[in-house]
């Protein structure tokens, strides 16, 4: 029997969804549903239809997961643990600094439904995060480094396109060179946020739109913009169609550490993405999570649970033999 899944929001992740479902045979879409008037709404996959958002309670009973594929500026802080109470869910909800109390939200509307909610899915947080778990776990004696980019952060386009006057945005981070050299030297540098990462905003303004405030809110921006280095530019829609179409991203996880009764042998652990595709590549690894958390919940957990929290044979369509034959 394939896992039921359903979509709410069908933006970039949302198409992602619907392109990582068609490529994991144990899933099919039930339902994509959607703020927008659905007649408008075109999905790819045959057999499923668009609903009004609206309508989703009425599919309590025929999906198993439900993913959320809304921003984690406003969205999924309502959202996740709403629809928790009625669905086993699925986010991929970024904000670093707000995780714990997200977290709290969440689990208490998961565990008041009887339902399991896997938050936090994608590749930082998510993928970098466990690889910064097992570096340690190797390495207690050592330090931790994560550059994001060169890439598009939809997170942060997302902030950026909420603020009044903005028609469209696309932010890109940007690792600084010399900062990531000096990581992978070994010399266990001290950076500051500010020393690792520049912020590049390109900007299409609605007309009449006040440049200068839309320059100042995003600058000033906390948990987005305002430990950062960050450039502005207003172009044109037209310029934004034609030079930043694409949703690139990557970045590079780094543990440097000691070994030895002096500590006299220095290691270096780097975990690295290259992503044509951000919303993509996230779909990805929600897909999976969407898989643990079915067979989470089908073994009567509750409540909310991080990637920390997931089995790694939850995540693989394998039976046991077929992963200690081909992955072990």
Same mark, same amino acid.
């Given at each position: ?9 069908? @933006? ?6 619907? =392109? ?9 879409i039930?339902?994509v !549903?959607?703020?927008?008037?659905p007649?408008?709404?075109?999905i790819?996959?045959?057999? %499923? ?5 609206d309508?989703?309670?009425?599919f309590k009973?025929?999906?198993d997961?439900l993913i959320? =594929?809304g @921003?984690?500026a &406003? #969205? ?17 909800? #970024? &904000? ?5 109390e997200? !977290?709290?939200?969440v ?9 399991v909610? *896997? ?5 930082? /947080? ?5 690889n ?7 390495l207690?004696n ?7 980019g ?15 006057? *903005?028609a469209d945005?696309?932010?890109?981070t940007? /690792?600084v060179?010399? %900062?990531?050299?000096a ?5 266990n540098?001290e ?9 590049e905003c390109f900007? *299409?303004a ?5 440049k ?7 600058k000033n ?9 960050t &450039?502005?530019?207003f172009? &044109? +829609?037209?310029e934004? =169609? ?5 949703i ?5 996880v780094?543990?440097?550490? +000691? ?13 690295s993405?290259k ?5 993509? !590549?996230?779909a990805g690894?929600?897909?999976? =999570?969407?898989?643990? %958390?079915?067979?989470? +919940?089908?073994?009567?957990a509750k409540?909310?649970?991080?990637? !920390? ?5 939850y ?5 046991g033999?077929?992963?200690?034959a081909?992955?072990l």
């Amino acid at each position: 029997m394939s896992i039921r899944i359903g979509i709410m929001g069908y @933006g970039n992740l949302g198409r992602g969804i619907e =392109c990582a479902v068609k490529n994991n045979p144990d899933m099919e879409i039930v339902a994509v !549903f959607s703020r927008r008037n659905p007649d408008t709404v075109k999905i790819l996959t045959e057999g %499923a239809k668009v609903y009004s958002a609206d309508e989703i309670l009425n599919f309590k009973d025929e999906i198993d997961v439900l993913i959320l =594929c809304g @921003g984690s500026a &406003t #969205d999924l802080p309502a959202q996740t643990p709403e629809y928790a109470k009625y669905f086993t869910v699925v986010d991929s909800f #970024d &904000t670093h600094a707000k995780i714990p109390e997200h !977290f709290a939200a969440v689990d208490a509307a998961a565990k008041e439904g009887g339902n399991v909610a *896997v938050i936090s899915c994608g590749w930082d /947080p998510g993928m970098f995060s466990l690889n910064r778990l097992y570096s340690n776990a190797i390495l207690p004696n050592g330090k931790d480094y994560t550059f994001w980019g060169k890439g598009v952060s939809q997170g942060h386009s997302d902030a950026i396109r909420r603020i009044d006057g *903005v028609a469209d945005a696309k932010q890109y981070t940007i /690792p600084v060179e010399a %900062a990531l050299e000096a990581v992978r030297s070994g010399s266990n540098p001290e950076l500051s946020v500010r020393d690792k990462h520049l912020r590049e905003c390109f900007v *299409v303004a609605e007309e009449g739109a006040d440049k200068a405030r839309i320059e100042s809110e995003i600058k000033n921006m906390p948990n987005y913009f305002a430990d950062y280095d960050t &450039t502005v530019h207003f172009i &044109t +829609k037209e310029e934004l =169609c034609r030079d930043h179409a694409g949703i690139p991203h990557g970045g590079f996880v780094i543990r440097t550490g +000691k070994s030895g009764w002096n500590n006299e042998n220095s290691h270096v652990i780097e975990y690295s993405l290259k992503l044509d595709s951000n919303p993509e !590549f996230t779909a990805g690894v929600i897909a999976a =999570c969407a898989r643990a %958390a079915y067979r989470m +919940k089908s073994e009567g957990a509750k409540g909310c649970k991080t990637m !920390f929290d997931i089995p790694p044979a939850y995540l693989v369509a394998m039976s046991g033999e077929e992963m200690r034959a081909h992955l072990l």
